[in-house]
């Protein structure tokens, strides 16, 4: 009976073991800041350089976070603490040469960017003067040619392999599809230029020509990409349309592809930034002229990564500045195209936040 009494005078259940003995949520960047501050003393005391401190505070943080975590909260959220750990670790490995490199393109490329170098050709250039609008405009060009190329191909083949039941014909495409994917850049750019060899005859450079190359680079990455966008829409969407009696070709278009445009519109970006900085394709189809060419169909065409080897190349402080400008530009036309990229996902999926 007394037993029953002190039951009911305490109603509060006992702690479950899983939650109990939990370390506040800050003990992770707090056993950081504890880990750089130690691994700062001990090489600043040995005159070491700030790349061992930085490693220093990666083990340090492994061990006294773990190490904390196992003691007072148990082996289960110990190993937890562990894992955790050991991925922000990998993600700022990961982020370290990603953030020197756009560092190292930001110090010496800001040194000869401007508007004279964005309005400005390498004809009759000198070491004061010179710039790489030929170059932007030939990279826009082909680049949006191929796009143009391989975006309505690539949907195309993967709501082929997807929607319909393509049989020998689709495991025969998946196959090439996956054997395109590999190949170096320089075939295609060679491939590319023997077709308008035969065609056109020899000595023809013309921006199409590199437009197609880089085509033949694109297609494959869209293809995986889209058909792996479309295996994400659930078939209870087209079983719906169906049922309401909309055609086939009406539900892929409304249906499949509206829920799966942001997915694709990544792709697209992706097969893009895969393209926009070949050099070697179009350095066989487009040569290097240095005067503006906006004609695709006639003529040699200047692009940015084949301009950026040339002037890294040629060797001189002048020449070096001008290709740290020029590859500058393509990053932050890249992170544009990325930004267009987003605005267009936003506004057209059916999930954009409206």
């Known amino acids: 009976m007394s037993a029953h009494i002190d039951v009911l005078a305490d109603p509060k259940p006992p702690r479950s073991s899983l939650v109990a003995q939990r370390l506040p949520r800050w003990f992770i ?18 005159s070491g350089s700030m790349t061992a401190a930085l490693a220093l505070t990666g083990v340090l943080w492994i061990v006294s976070a773990t190490g904390l975590s196992w003691w007072y909260e148990g082996a289960r959220w110990g190993k937890n603490t562990l894992l955790t750990v050991s991925i922000f670790c990998a993600f700022a490995i990961v982020m370290v040469p990603l953030a020197s490199l756009v560092w190292m393109v930001l110090v010496h490329g800001l040194e000869r960017f401007g508007i004279d170098f964005l309005m400005t050709t390498m004809r009759g250039a000198t070491d004061e003067n010179g710039g790489m609008y030929h170059g932007i405009v030939g990279t826009l060009e082909i680049t949006g ?9 690539g949907i195309m083949t993967a709501i082929f392999l997807v929607e319909y039941d393509g049989g020998w014909l689709a495991k025969v ?33 013309a921006g199409i020509i590199g437009a197609v190359a880089l085509s033949v680079l694109m297609t494959p990455v869209v293809v995986r990409s889209v058909e792996e966008m479309l295996k994400l829409v659930p078939h209870e969407l087209r079983e719906a ?18 829920t ?21 394709p179009l350095l066989i189809t487009v040569g290097l002229p240095m005067k503006a060419n906006t004609d695709p169909f006639h003529g040699s065409m200047a692009t940015l990564p084949v301009l950026v080897y040339d002037q890294y190349a040629r060797g001189g402080s002048a020449a070096m500045e001008r290709a740290w400008a020029g590859a500058l530009t393509l990053i932050i036309i890249v992170m544009l195209l990325n930004i267009i990229a987003r605005l267009v996902s936003y506004f057209f999926s059916p999930r954009g936040g409206r």
């Open 29 to 46: 960047w707090a056993t950081l800041v504890g880990s750089m501050v130690v691994s700062t003393i001990i090489v600043f005391v040995l």
């Open 145 to 153: 040619i191929a796009t143009l190329i391989s975006v309505p191909l």
């Open 173 to 205: 495409v998946t196959f090439l599809v996956d054997v395109m994917t590999g190949i170096p850049s320089i075939v295609a750019g060679l491939f590319a230029y023997s077709v308008f060899l035969i065609v056109m005859g020899p000595r023809f450079q």
């Open 241 to 258: 349309s169906y049922a309401l009696g909309v055609p086939k070709w009406r539900t892929i278009i409304a249906v499949v592809l509206r």
């Open 260 to 280: 799966a445009i942001a997915g694709i519109t990544t792709g697209v970006m992706i097969a893009i930034a895969r393209v926009i900085g070949e050099t070697a």
